[in-house]
């Protein structure tokens, strides 16, 4: 299995490694599949953004999740 290690300081090697893990999950998948891999990844992305707001006591804005 692929492991993704990200620096705590995110430089342009994190990017490409990044880059690099999304392909290695994606390259055997169907159309179908991958779409609903980046879907899933795209819930967890917005779920941790609206952790970050909400721990800065900012609003999250109605509407605006996919």
Not at 20 to 30: I, L
Not at 34 to 54: G, I, N, P, S, T
């Amino acid at each position: 299995m692929v492991t993704l290690n990200i620096s705590p300081n995110f430089t342009i090697d994190d990017i490409r490694a990044i880059r690099t893990y999304n392909y290695e999950m994606t390259k055997d998948m169907t159309n179908e599949e991958r779409d609903a891999y980046y879907e899933k990844e795209c819930k967890k992305a917005r779920m941790q953004y609206e952790e970050v707001l909400k721990s800065y006591g900012l609003e999250v804005e109605v509407g605006a999740s996919a």
